[in-house]
């Protein structure tokens, strides 16, 4: 009898083996079918037979970008783990040499957009260690995944077409496309849809040069700042200090007020002492994960938001933002 359960397993695990098999050949299958579908889409705004040649050469679906999706830091770190692994004493250091390097650009592009050099530097430095690390993903094929995926399709298969219409107008070349695991390019890290909208030909080379031309970086993420509603004479936020018994259904960024509502209440800046005087409107947040860790944020903090969604990343922009100007 045992050896006949061992027929049979062995039976089980070669049927199991032939179902797999079917069912990945099926799954290759109709893979093939949605992109020949995203072509024909695609050709039909306008895209050339010869980018959608070059850009979907050897593209496949990637089961890793699929797996990277799913772990956001927001999940699967804590606030402070992520500030202190984001914005350590060398990020630092070599922010405050990159805003030394490059004032002359910094200036002139803050002068156009009304963007303090220190917020630039601070999306630069967060976003790619100040263009050292863009991504090695190729954009087309991290788009073409995510947008066959069935979580945000429709805004990723957007993203896609957008990026083959950046090939075809000449700004790079697809083997050059090459970015984060979301389909974020260049040193400012932008998606093809903020490309489109905010990067900018600010050395009038005829190519919006988000890759590798530092003045264009600088006056694209500019750009989107104050496109987005910035403003250049008011700070992001600050750390503060609750009371004991402080009605906790106030600390919501649908709650706005004067900074002396917040005063009249108890609130302080992290060392206990009095918040500004100046009536600047603000929300107080507590990131998920931070132990209770409280801000004050402003109408800047929520421009950064509109760049990146994420808690986490607007308090590391503007946290950064503020070493890059300390002592």
Known sequence: ?????????????????????VSAEAAKKEFGEWLKDLKSEAKAQG???????????????KEKIISLDRKQPEVTQTFQQYMAKRLPKSLVDLGKRKMRENGAALDEVARQYNVQPRFIVALWGVETRFGRYTGGFNVVEALTTLAYDNRRAAYFRKELLIALRILEDKHIKPKDMKGSWAGAM????????????????????????????????????????????WRGDQTWGREVKL???????????????????????????????DLPSRQLMGSL????????????VYNNYR????????????????QLADKLVSP
């Open 47 to 61: 895209i050339s037979q010869p980018i959608l040649d070059e850009a979907f050469r050897n593209v496949k679906f």
């Open 243 to 273: 009371p004991d018994g402080f009605d906790l259904s106030l600390v919501s960024l649908k709650v706005q007020h004067p900074m002396q509502y917040w005063q009249d209440l108890g609130v302080r800046k992290a060392d206990g002492s």
């Open 186 to 229: 260049g040193q400012a890290q932008f998606m093809p849809s903020s490309f489109v909208n905010f990067a900018v030909d600010h050395d009038k080379d005829g190519r919006r040069d988000i890759w590798t031309t530092k003045p264009d970086v600088f006056a694209s993420a500019a750009n989107y700042l104050a496109s987005s509603g």
């Open 1 to 21: 009898m045992l050896k006949n359960l061992g027929k049979f397993s062995s039976l089980a695990l070669v049927a199991s083996l032939v179902l797999s098999a």
């Open 303 to 318: 421009t950064i938001l509109k760049w990146n969604r994420s808690t986490y990343f607007a308090m590391s922009v503007g």
């Open 285 to 296: 947040v507590q990131p998920r994960g931070g132990n209770g860790q409280t801000f004050l």
